[in-house]
T-cell receptor, first 114, second 113 residues
Framework: GESVGLHLPTLSVQEGDNSIINCAYS??????FIWYKQESGKGPQFIID?????DKRQGQRVTVLLNKTVKHLSLQIAATQPGDSAVYFC?????????????FGAGTRLAVHP | DAGVTQSPTHLIKTRGQQVTLRCSPK?????VSWYQQALGQGPQFIFQ???????QRGNFPDRFSGHQFPNYSSELNVNALLLGDSALYLC????????????FGQGTRLTVV
């Protein structure tokens, strides 16, 4: 299928290393932030989320950090695997509930090399 | 449990034609949102439906319209297609209350020639 991120910035890492993907968001009123993973030919897949009253949240091999002072979000992936290769998008939304829309960032391509 | 399903997966249309894309939300979800994703870019919000009404709309012209049915499934209609409408169209479903995680379908790749 066609590539999702032909012109996106690329982060290249070695298998087993830790990856850090960064994102700057635009709306200081955003209440809820999400990281999505998108593989070629597929729709975005939810990875992890965080609310604005938190600064860190951990999942399985992933950690999201939120710095509201500088409107910065990061996704840390531990022990990166070839299956992590994809395009990663951060998204923000004003409300943690319904009647919201997701505002996506530009995306970063993660390339994992053996 | 089926996730979000979209049809068709690929579609080729001619400029000026009209197209209808379809989406079935994840079981138990009542809210459907549509996004347009141009090649190499993040998805852009088109609109959102809940209780068969359009609740929010992004910056898209009136050529883009939608509908939600009583069973929560949804359609996206685009009239007078332009070359620039070529994109991946994504449907996402969620619950209006409670958990706000949105689940995406695999998308419909629309090519306008």
């Amino acid at each position: 299928g066609e590539s999702v991120g032909l012109h996106l910035p690329t982060l290249s890492v070695q298998e087993g290393d830790n990856s850090i993907i960064n994102c700057a968001y635009s709306n200081s009123a955003s209440d809820y932030f999400i990281w999505y993973k998108q593989e070629s030919g597929k729709g975005p897949q939810f990875i992890i989320d965080i609310r604005s009253n938190m600064d860190k949240r951990q999942g399985q091999r992933v950690t999201v950090l939120l710095n509201k002072t500088v409107k910065h979000l990061s996704l840390q992936i531990a022990a990166t695997q070839p299956g992590d290769s994809a395009v990663y998008f951060c998204a923000e939304t004003p409300f943690s509930g319904g009647y919201n829309k997701l505002i996506f960032g530009a995306g970063t391509r993660l390339a994992v090399h053996p | 449990d089926a996730g979000v399903t979209q049809s068709p997966t690929h579609l080729i249309k001619t400029r000026g034609q009209q197209v209808t894309l379809r989406c079935s939300p994840k079981s138990g979800h009542d809210t459907v949102s549509w996004y347009q994703q141009a090649l190499g870019q993040g998805p852009q919000f088109i609109f959102q439906y809940y209780e068969e009404e359009e609740r929010q709309r992004g910056n898209f012209p009136d050529r883009f319209s939608g509908h939600q049915f009583p069973n929560y499934s949804s359609e996206l209609n685009v009239n007078a297609l332009l070359l620039g409408d070529s994109a991946l169209y994504l449907c996402a479903s969620s619950l209006v209350v409670g958990a706000s995680e949105a689940f995406f379908g695999q998308g419909t790749r629309l090519t306008v020639v």
